[in-house]
C-alpha cells in the first residue's frame, strides 16, 4: 500500500530534550516536505527537500532541522524544543512539483512541556 | 506569490441540504489547486484537483468544484450533505516548491 508513515503519532517531551519525528515514503517521491498545524492558522510549511541530499528552509524553519540522506527518508529534528513547538506535524510527499498532489501522514501531536 | 483565502472558519450546514465551502486564489499564472479533508485525528486526503484539464472538477464523496478564472474561486460543493462529512476542509495551491494552503473551514452538519 503507498503510504507515508510517520512515527511517532504522539510524543510529550520537556523543553530542551532532542527528539526526531521520522518520516518514511514508499512511492519513490522525489519531493518531500514537513508542515505543522496550528488552530487558525493552517497548514505552514517547516522545510522541504527535492531529492536527496538537498533540502530547503520553508515558511517556518526556526528550531527544526531536517535531513535527506536516502530518497525515502526525510527525518524532523528538533535540537531544543520549547513549548512554541507544541503543535500537530505533518510530512508529506509528491512526485515532483507543480501540479501534483501531495501525500500526507497521519501526523504527529507534539507536546512540549 | 500564489495563496488562497477561504471564507469562513466554520460553516454548518442540515443534514441533506447544500454544502458550499468557499476559496480564492491569488495567483498571476494559471493555478494548480486542490481541496484536501482533514478528517478527526487524520491526515489530509485528497478531495480533488484542478489543473487545467476541466474547469468543473469531481472528487471523491460526491464533492466538485467549480474553476472560475474571472472570479479567482474555486468553491467546493455537495448537493446533499451527510453526517460523515463533518470535517476540516482545505484550499491549496501549488506555488512551484511548496502547497501553500488557506486556514481552513471546519464543516459541522445538523442533524
Known amino acids: 500500500e503507498a503510504q507515508v508513515t510517520q512515527n511517532p503519532r504522539y510524543l510529550i517531551t520537556v523543553t530542551g530534550k532532542k527528539l526526531t519525528v521520522t518520516c518514511s515514503q514508499n512511492?519513490?517521491?522525489?519531493?518531500m516536505s514537513w508542515y505543522r498545524q496550528d488552530p487558525g492558522l493552517g497548514l505552514r510549511q517547516i522545510y522541504y527537500s527535492m531529492n536527496v541530499e538537498v533540502t530547503d528552509k520553508g515558511d517556518v524553519p526556526e528550531g527544526y532541522k531536517v535531513s535527506r540522506k536516502e530518497k525515502r527518508n526525510f527525518p524532523l529534528i528538533l535540537e531544543s524544543p520549547s513549548p512554541n513547538q507544541t503543535s500537530l506535524y505533518f510530512c508529506?510527499?509528491?512526485?515532483?512539483?507543480?501540479?501534483?498532489?501531495?501525500?500526507f501522514g497521519q501526523g504527529t501531536r507534539l507536546t512540549v512541556v | 506569490a500564489q495563496s488562497v483565502t477561504q471564507l469562513g472558519s466554520h460553516v454548518s450546514v442540515s443534514e441533506g441540504a447544500l454544502v458550499l465551502l468557499r476559496c480564492n486564489y491569488s495567483?498571476?499564472?494559471?493555478?494548480?489547486l486542490f481541496w484536501y479533508v482533514q478528517y478527526p485525528n487524520q491526515g489530509l486526503q485528497l478531495l480533488l484537483k484542478?489543473?487545467?484539464?476541466?474547469?468543473l472538477v469531481k472528487g471523491i464523496n460526491g464533492f466538485e468544484a467549480e474553476f472560475k478564472k474571472s472570479e479567482t474561486s474555486f468553491h467546493l460543493t455537495k448537493p446533499s450533505a451527510h453526517m460523515s462529512d463533518a470535517a476540516e476542509y482545505f484550499c491549496a495551491v501549488s506555488d512551484k516548491d511548496k502547497i501553500i494552503f488557506g486556514k481552513g473551514t471546519r464543516l459541522h452538519i445538523l442533524p
Open positions: 495567483s498571476s499564472v494559471p493555478p494548480y
Open positions: 484542478y489543473t487545467s484539464a476541466a474547469t
Open positions: 508529506a510527499s509528491r512526485p515532483d512539483r507543480g501540479v501534483t498532489e501531495a501525500f
Open positions: 512511492m519513490n517521491h522525489e519531493y
